[in-house]
């Protein structure tokens, strides 16, 4: 297992991150100016994250997706770690926005993230279709947040 850094041709990661965010018009307005962690195993890609320096002292995740045969191997963990650790010393925060899933929240707090406020129907909004998700639409985005500033591995 490798994790790469793209800072260049980020488009050619655009088929796993509709995974992660299913309107491209949505990834495209981040893409450009995101850095792609991406692991690999061996030559296969298994699992991305994309990052924004969103200012002086906060990073975002914009998206995070592993592939459906490669989950619950830790690939996802791996990469949030590895993005806390890369940025500890530059960044105080990470953040990231998320639909209202108890999974996804979940998997969030459970790596040490807390939630701060939502956008109402963030997702009703911005998105030309229903985003559902365990059976439910999605409409508020949540906003989650972890300090890193001193940041030691899960
Ligand atoms: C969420 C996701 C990135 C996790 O990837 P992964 O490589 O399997 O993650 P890990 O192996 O590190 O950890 C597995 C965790 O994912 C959780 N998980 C499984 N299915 C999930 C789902 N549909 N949504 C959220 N979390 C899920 C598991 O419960 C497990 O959590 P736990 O360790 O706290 O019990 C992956 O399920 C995915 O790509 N889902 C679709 C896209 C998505 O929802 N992205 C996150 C929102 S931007």
Redesign the pocket.
């Given at each position: 297992m490798k994790i790469y850094e793209i800072t260049t041709n980020q488009f050619d990661y655009m088929d796993i991150l509709l995974?992660?965010?299913e309107e491209e018009k949505m990834v495209n307005k981040y893409l450009k100016e995101s850095t792609i962690f991406a692991l690999y195993e061996g030559k296969i890609l298994?699992?991305v994250c994309a990052v924004v320096e969103t200012n002086s002292d906060t990073v975002e995740?914009k998206?995070?997706?592993?592939?459906?045969e490669?989950?619950?191997?830790?690939?996802?963990?791996?990469l949030i770690d590895f993005v806390c650790d890369k940025y500890k010393n530059t960044f105080q925060y990470i953040i990231?926005g998320?639909?209202e899933?108890e999974?996804?929240l979940?998997?969030y707090k459970?790596?040490g993230f807390v939630e701060t406020h939502r956008i109402k129907n963030f997702f009703v909004d911005n998105y030309s279709h229903p985003i559902i998700?365990?059976g439910k639409q999605l409409k508020d985005m949540i906003y989650l947040k972890k300090s890193i500033t001193g940041y030691s591995k899960i």
């Open positions: 995974i992660g965010d298994a699992a995740i998206n995070l997706a592993t592939y459906p490669y989950r619950n191997k830790g690939y996802a963990t791996e990231l998320t639909g899933n999974k996804t979940n998997f459970k790596r998700e365990n």
